[in-house]
């Protein structure tokens, strides 16, 4: 382990250890000369700067928080990708954390963030998140925090999404043109923006075309939104309901547990009933039939919120004034067989 101090590089050329200092950081007042040896004594001595020591100056840590659901989601793995990329070509260490759709869960780790002395924080709301004190903690400590894909609209602070409302309605809006009729939407809990907005996306397209809104075709699947509450809604859904065409689910994990289940029970994707998901995770294009989906940009959607948090911590130190922003993402239709019919 290398232990080379200022003071070594100063006795090694005889000079104070301010000047070798100066010279370090390329202060004006050090001649071309001195600065050159100090650099070329550094680097054969191999001094690295001690990190602590800076950051306890300059009253940073260049490290950034993440706070996500889930990470054996498709989706999260791409946006950390992004996330990661980004924050290593900035210079910045990542804390990972992973909230497991638990609110009580989420406030810890913001408490854990703030006490590591992170310099900024990104995160995705819990499904259970609806009171936002720990978040609005952190903002008033002058730790810059950027939602991305479940976010809280009443939080005054950057975010990066999708239009979720106009996803979903564009996904049934398709399934209807396709001559689907009778819609099923096996929706997320009532807390997340994201859930109430697929939702409301459905139940726009269903009104634009005159097919009247039928409560009794909603499923909920709150536990978190998964390939259980997808399997056990459309088992429940085939018994309640024989006149369901297509089924808009919240999730792709949500739609392969609906696509494993009417195999099982031979009920024929789409002839019978066609399956449409949400994200465009890869098992979409593994199972039978393939899943007709939208995609989400998962890189692109962490590489923005890790530019944008980064941007601001800078502005925060420098004491500059931010202007949160609003950044929406595109999606796509990425159409497979489970809506394709013949």
């Not at 990066?160 to 996904?171: L, T």
């Not at 609906?258 to 029970?265: F, G, H, S, T, V």
Request: with cysteine.
């Amino acid at each position: 382990m290398n232990d080379t101090k200022l003071i070594d590089i100063a006795a090694a050329l005889g000079i104070s250890v301010t000047t070798v200092s100066k010279a370090l950081k390329g202060y004006s007042d050090i001649s071309k000369t001195t600065r050159s040896k100090v650099l070329e004594m550094a680097e054969e001595m191999n001094y690295r700067p001690n990190s602590n020591a800076v950051n306890l100056r300059t009253n940073e840590t260049k490290t950034i928080g993440v706070i996500i659901p889930a990470t054996v989601h498709h989706f999260f793995s791409s946006v950390l990708n992004g996330i990661l990329e980004e924050a290593e070509k900035r210079g910045y260490l990542v804390i990972i954390l992973q909230s497991n759709e638990k609110y009580e869960l989420e406030k810890k780790q913001i408490a854990l963030l703030l006490q590591k002395r992170v310099d900024g924080i990104l995160i995705s709301l819990s499904n259970e998140t609806d009171d936002f004190t720990h978040i609005n903690t952190a903002i008033k400590k002058n730790t810059p925090v950027v939602l991305f894909d479940k976010i809280a609209k009443i939080i005054e602070c950057s975010k990066v999404v999708i239009n979720d409302k106009k996803a979903a309605y564009d996904a049934v809006n398709y399934l209807i043109k396709k001559g689907y009729r009778r819609i099923a939407h096996f929706r997320g809990s009532l807390v997340p923006q994201n859930s109430i907005d697929r939702f409301l996306g459905y139940k726009k397209a269903l009104e634009d075309n005159n097919i009247p809104y039928d409560s009794s075709l909603i499923y909920m699947c709150d536990h978190n939104s998964d390939f259980e509450d997808g399997y056990a809604n459309a088992k429940l859904m085939v018994e309640q309901h024989k006149d369901i065409d297509a089924i808009f689910a919240i999730t792709d994990l949500v739609a392969i547990g609906i696509i494993k289940y009417l195999n099982e029970a031979q009920i024929k994707i789409p002839e019978q009933i066609a399956v449409f998901g949400f994200s465009n995770w890869f098992m979409s294009t593994v199972i039978s039939p393939k899943l007709t989906t939208i995609d989400q940009p998962g890189y692109d959607i962490g590489q923005r919120a890790a530019s944008i948090l980064i941007d601001e911590i800078t502005q925060t130190k420098e004491h500059l004034p931010i202007k949160h922003q609003i950044v929406e993402l595109p999606t796509t239709i990425i159409e497979r067989e489970s809506t394709l019919r013949n």
